[in-house]
């Protein structure tokens, strides 16, 4: 699959047994199907902090404004929320598969 934000291929990353996608040496952002964000959310907090430290490349900019296509679906927009009521945290998600994708630099705030 590749990132939905700057098109870099992206890597599969595994945290406490939950494989995620990264966008690593890109944005640094990060792919999760709707049940690996359930199986995070069971983590006892700070065991995701590694995904926060993703290694991003000089000079990729990403548009926030702009829609994107999702990484599985590969047709479907994403649409952009909050996360939660708790976290002032904008997601991408898809409507047809679930997945989410977190530009990691407005999570990270």
């Known amino acids: 699959m590749h990132c939905p934000a ?3 291929a992206l ?24 049940s690996q964000v359930k ?7 700070g065991l995701g902090m590694p995904l926060l430290k993703i290694k991003r490349a000089d ?5 926030r ?8 679906c590969k047709t479907t927009l994403l649409f952009r929320h909050f996360f939660s009521k ?3 945290t904008e997601v991408n998600q898809c409507a047809k598969c679930g997945g989410f994708w ?8």
């Open 86 to 88: 708790e976290l002032d």
């Open 65 to 72: 404004r702009v829609e994107h296509i999702c990484p599985y």
């Open 11 to 34: 890597t599969k990353i595994i945290i406490t047994n939950v494989q995620i996608l990264a966008c690593e040496y890109g944005c640094g952002g990060l792919w999760f199907s709707q």
């Open 6 to 8: 700057c098109k870099n």
């Open 39 to 45: 199986m995070l959310e069971n983590l006892k907090p």
């Open 102 to 109: 977190f530009d990691v630099a407005g999570f990270s705030k």
């Open 59 to 63: 000079g990729i900019k990403v548009y």
